[in-house]
């Protein structure tokens, strides 16, 4: 899906999350130094960063799950009906795939792909700009702690916290 067409399903399933108490996760992930790769080594092969990354996201999400590209290099994943904590176990199982990755340059060079990633949950009458945003400010958490990890919001953290990373405020921590 594109943006568009992630805000529309997601209007969808927000509604649902509200009316029938489901829970809700949203990961946002960067792939990590996407602009050197894209002019270091051309724009056909930052392409097919792009599209690697989006075929492990539709193998490695369920159905019922809602995966889009945002933008430049940045994807965003709603786990419908998974509460954090299965939504952690999931996030971080699709960062190591992404790690795990064998993309090779028009030369064999191995072209290392990773992802920092913000995990957010959904509030109770929480709008898309609002979950979107936590999960932005967790990644860049990732960002800042060393990229190729999952990060979270503090206040989502029930199950297993991660310890707190120097510097990132009391809002969020990476793993």
Not at 130 to 155: I, P, Q, T
Request: one cysteine or more; a neutral charge; glycine letters at 8%.
């Amino acid at each position: 899906m594109n943006r568009r067409a992630f805000a529309a399903s997601m209007a969808r399933e927000l509604s649902r999350c509200e009316r029938h108490h489901y829970p809700l996760s949203l990961a946002l992930l960067d792939i990590d130094h996407f602009k050197k790769i894209n002019d270091s080594r051309g724009h056909p092969v930052g392409d097919r960063v792009i599209a690697q990354v989006g075929e492990l996201l539709r193998t490695h999400l369920r159905l019922s799950d809602l995966a889009a590209r945002w933008g430049g290099g940045e994807f965003v994943v709603a786990y419908t009906s998974t509460d954090f904590g299965g939504a952690r176990i999931a996030a971080e199982r699709l960062r190591e795939a992404i790690e795990r990755v064998e993309l090779y340059s028009d030369a064999g060079d191995r072209i290392a792909v990773t992802v920092s990633m913000g995990l957010a949950s959904l509030h109770s009458n929480e709008e898309l700009s609002s979950l979107v945003d936590r999960a932005d400010k967790a990644m860049y958490v990732s960002k800042n702690a060393g990229r190729n990890r999952v990060s979270v919001c503090s206040e989502d953290t029930a199950v297993g916290a991660s310890p707190a990373v120097p510097n990132a405020g009391p809002a969020l921590r990476a793993n």
